[in-house]
């Protein structure tokens, strides 16, 4: 569903992960690990296609895949049934009830997203996964602000997607309880400082 | 795409959405522009051409750096890159909902606002002309200004920094065909040139906004 080959991806022009290399099929989850600033977002973003790779390619058909990251795209006006409907009729669906029961949101769903709380807005953000009805989902540290409860409500929602043959690649520190999930440690990806010697290049 | 622009019309119509700013701005320059000036009528409807047009512009120009600034922070901007919506088709629509909420509301307001600044009878359909004619341009060119600055903190001064110069061809051609039909002469060719500049930024705009958003969220 996505390949990534030999990826060289960079934040503000400075290479930070190099020589990536994985694929991704179809019911498999992968959970990228890094330190704070190891690149994990901006791995992300470049597999979303919202930023161009330095070097390498990420084949994937950009109508599968679907981003979630540290903001959840709500505007607080709106309630929490409307916001979710806004985003599946962006992605032609018409239903939203399912991924309002799968992330317990039905007491909500008329509240205004600025009237719920941090984690319930979590909640709603994840809940708009599942209404794109894309196959691949990016997410980038999905479990932020979610109680344990919650996090089990996720979890269930990831592998019941993963059972109707999508996939995910998640960036998180946290135990998801997905003990099938490949876990990618960035570490031994971070690019190499090369040395931005414009002074020594310029005299060699 | 239509649901964006229903989406982007109810978040203007609800609390704090900037429904009504332009609106409020126009009708105090069109109150407080006789009172600065003096009673003199003949004076009034002299100027009065050139202040509406000004008036409308800066309305115009008041609620621009919204257009994208809020869906850039609040995530949604990024949202939509990936969602199936072309951004070109983004952009456009949110010059569309822009124009609704701001740019209509000032068409139909102003044949009062002409009554306050005394404007001559002959010039009030070539005042309602001009504006529907050119405040589609307004929010088209104020759309690509903001696109090009959305990811700048405080980016309003940029912001009118870059649209004001584009937008003085529209001025001219707007004010000076509402001046002519109040005059009595042919008004026609300015009109003309004030749709053209419209149908021309409609054509190009919405995909130079997308090329800008594009750039600005990597």
Not at chain 1, 127 to 143: F, H, I, N, Q, S
């Amino acid at each position: 569903m996505l390949t990534v080959q030999d990826l060289c991806v960079a934040r503000g022009g400075v290479a930070v992960l190099e020589g990536l290399g994985f694929t991704l099929s179809p019911g498999k989850v992968l959970i990228l690990r890094g330190p704070n600033g190891a690149g994990k977002t901006t791995l992300l973003r470049t597999l979303a296609g919202l930023q161009p790779a330095l070097e390498g390619q990420v084949q994937a058909d950009p109508e599968t895949v679907t981003y979630s990251g540290h903001a959840d795209g709500l505007k607080a006006t709106l309630t929490v049934a409307e916001n979710l409907a806004f985003w599946a009729s962006v992605h032609g669906q018409t239903t939203i009830e399912p991924a309002i029961v799968a992330m317990n949101l039905l007491a909500l769903r008329d509240r205004r997203a600025a009237d719920v709380s941090a984690g319930q807005k979590r909640r709603l953000g994840l809940a708009r996964l599942m209404v794109t009805g894309r196959k691949v989902w990016l997410m980038d540290e999905p479990t932020v602000s979610l109680d344990a409860a919650s996090v089990a409500l996720f979890g269930a929602m990831l592998r019941a997607h993963l059972g109707q043959g999508g996939a995910a690649i998640v960036a998180t520190h946290i135990d998801l309880g997905l003990p099938e999930a490949e876990v990618l440690d960035l570490t031994p990806f971070r690019a190499r400082q090369k040395r931005q010697g414009a002074f020594d290049e310029a005299f060699a | 795409m239509r649901a964006l622009l229903i989406r982007d019309i109810r978040l203007a119509m609800r609390a704090g959405g900037g429904f009504g700013l332009g609106l409020a701005f126009f009708l105090m320059v069109a109150v407080l522009v006789p009172l600065g000036v003096g009673p003199e009528s003949a004076l009034l409807s002299r100027i009065a051409p050139g202040i509406l047009w000004v008036g409308a512009l800066l309305a115009c120009l008041l609620s621009l750096d919204r257009m994208f600034a809020l869906d850039f922070e609040d995530g949604s901007l990024d949202l939509m890159a990936v969602s199936p919506l072309p951004l070109e088709g983004v952009a456009a629509m949110k010059a569309l909902a822009h124009w609704l909420v701001t740019g209509l509301p000032l068409v139909v307001i102003s044949p009062v606002l002409g009554l306050l600044l005394s404007l001559s009878p002959a010039g009030y359909v070539w005042l309602v002309a001009s504006l529907a004619l050119g405040s589609p341009a307004l929010s088209l060119i104020g759309a690509f200004g903001a696109a090009l600055t959305v990811g700048l903190k405080r980016g309003g001064l940029i912001l009118s920094l870059i649209v004001l110069p584009m937008y003085v061809p529209t001025l001219v051609f707007g004010a000076e065909a509402v001046r002519r039909g109040a005059a009595g002469t042919d008004a026609l060719v300015p009109l003309l040139f004030l749709a053209a500049i419209s149908l021309g930024c409609a054509a190009i705009l919405p995909f130079a906004c997308g090329a800008a958003i594009r750039a600005n969220l990597k």
